[in-house]
């Protein structure tokens, strides 16, 4: 199957970037290097191509009780130009994907904000699971005999992601209204060069940013408007392990990495005052507590963790996998994530990680591992 491409694909071939693939797009991984594009989202400002996220468009009578019953927080809780991170999870509690949940205002009432009708929700589900998230809340649309309307928009719309401390005076710049106050997880609908664009102050990389939710038909000429370094996702990768954020497929998966919430560090999504598929499964894990948890660690011996590497303890047993591991940038030592049991998650635990053949020994340190927004 080939590869799906950004509206910007062309942009980024003229600048000379290098391309992977990622969630099945075609993607530039670096423009210039990782470490130069990393210190630009440190110490100043960077933007990158995310269009490879999911877009998942629902609205009708029945939006918010979808919404609740298939995302993991509450999603109630949310008034127009509010968002919130949540899971998706199977049955058994399972992590399916993460996932940012926006609340937009309301398209049929040309923008305006209804916040006592029927909702209409933006979310964004990992590359590549755009069209198995779409089906899936049509299945259970159509299963609970739910009024509400699920598009698939992933192809209608780009992503940028504008980050670091600078990011802010940058954006202000270039967009018309003012977003400079909008508090993290806060949206709205802005307006560049004319061209409407959902604005929310989030992101993926520890700093302060944007990200914008462009129509592709405008995604070169809004692009071309951030006159700051752009990055790719090998920046993007480094940056996200500093901050200790999960990357889905790697620190979770539902078939070679099955994990709740509660093991992966992200059991503040979680609400059990709320009915969603997994709850019970989930209320039970609460309750009985977890075996094994996603740590942070910083090598103590030369090498680089990588991600399926072997975790020991002291005495060479193996007791769990890297999932994400690195040179930071930032700190200029080797860090990584992966699962132990609980009884080696206490920060300053000492391990081991098997690096080529040879074992290193290793430190469990609280993330994120650098000081974040």
Known sequence: MPLQTPPLRGLHDERGAKFTEFGGWDMPVEFDSIRTEHAAVREDVGVFDVSHMGQIHVTGPDATELMQRLTSN????????????????????????????????????????????????????????????????????????????????????????????????????????????????????????????????????????????????????????????????????????????LLAGQDFDRESNPRTPYEAGIGFTVDLETEFVGREALARVREEGVEEELVGFQLIDRGVPRHGYDITNTETRVIGTVTSGTMSPSLGKPIGLGYVPVEYAEPGTTLQVIVRGQSKKARVETTPFIDTV
């Open 74 to 245: 509450d999603v109630s809780r949310l008034h127009v130009g509010d968002s919130q991170y949540a899971a998706i999870t199977d049955e058994e509690g399972i992590v399916i994907d993460d996932t940012v949940v926006y609340r937009l205002p309301n398209e049929s009432d040309e923008g305006a904000a209804d916040e006592d009708g029927e909702a209409t929700y933006l979310f964004v589900p990992n590359a590549g699971a755009d069209e198995s998230t779409h089906e899936r809340w049509i299945t259970y649309r159509n299963e609970w005999d739910l009024e509400a309307t699920v598009d698939n928009r992933t192809d209608e719309y780009a992503m940028l992601a504008v980050q670091g401390p600078n990011a802010a005076a940058l954006v202000d710049d270039v967009i018309d209204e003012d977003v400079a106050e909008l508090a993290r997880f806060e949206a709205q609908y802005a307006t560049v060069d004319g061209v409407e664009c959902w604005t929310a102050r989030t992101g993926y990389t520890g700093e302060d940013g944007f990200e914008l939710i462009v129509p592709w038909s405008a995604a070169e000429d809004i692009w071309s408007q951030f006159d700051c370094q752009p990055c790719g996702l090998g920046a993007r990768d480094t940056l996200r392990i500093e901050a200790g954020l």
